[in-house]
Structures are given as structure tokens and as C-alpha cells.
């Protein structure tokens, strides 16, 4: 009898972005959309897992969207996450009290980063 199988060391999510400063915007402005940074931390051992996942679900008046097609262990994307902001409309949301300036997008219900 012959056995075969492999044992994948696993992918391990950081996000690198914990905050995304719009800076100051007003009604109808044009804002560039900021990038979020991913990390797999996981130790290089053969094989590992990859990350893979999507972004979206903000709420208000910011978006997220993006998609991870694979980040291998100890390597970073900082460019498939995006976060932008609609100044199409003043909002009453938390992002004009003075401290949010600086946007902290909500992850757990809208992140999905798993290992593949």
C-alpha cells in the first residue's frame, strides 16, 4: 500500500492599512480612491497556502472593492484592496467629526481573506 498527501503550511492575513486618511474634501471634490496593503506573514515553508479574498461592503459614503488572486507566504499586496470616498453629497456620517478625517473602514463584516 502506497500513501500519499501533503501538509500545507497555512496562509496567515495582515492587514498592513489600519487607517485611510482621506484628508479634508468638500462636496463634490475628487477623491482618489487609497489602496489597502495585505500581508501574508505566514514562514516560507514548501508548500504553503496563499491568500485569496475580496473586499466591499462599506457602508455610508465610502466603498471598498478589490480582490486578492494569491499572495505567497512572507510577501505583501498593495494594490488589489482599495478604498475610495463619494463626496457627491454632504454626509452626517461619523467621517465629519473632527477626528475622522481619518477613516477607519470596517473589516470583519466585509473582508474575506482566506487561504487556498
Not at 478604498?83 to 473589516?107: D, N
Request: hydrophobic share 40%; proline share 5%; aromatic share 4%.
Amino acid at each position: 500500500m502506497t500513501l500519499n498527501g501533503r501538509v500545507y503550511t497555512p496562509a496567515v492575513a495582515q492587514v498592513n492599512t489600519g487607517v485611510v486618511d482621506f484628508g479634508i474634501v468638500h462636496k463634490g471634490d475628487v477623491v482618489t480612491a487609497r489602496n489597502v496593503s495585505v500581508t501574508n506573514t505566514a514562514a516560507i515553508a514548501a508548500p504553503n497556502d496563499v491568500l485569496v479574498g475580496t473586499i466591499g461592503g462599506a457602508a455610508g459614503p465610502f466603498n471598498a472593492s478589490g480582490s486578492l488572486a494569491g499572495v505567497a507566504a512572507q510577501a505583501s499586496d498593495t494594490s488589489s484592496f482599495s478604498v475610495g470616498l463619494s463626496t457627491a453629497k454632504v454626509s452626517s456620517t461619523a467621517a465629519q467629526t473632527p477626528r475622522s478625517r481619518a477613516a477607519t473602514p470596517t473589516w470583519p463584516t466585509s473582508r474575506s481573506v482566506t487561504a487556498r
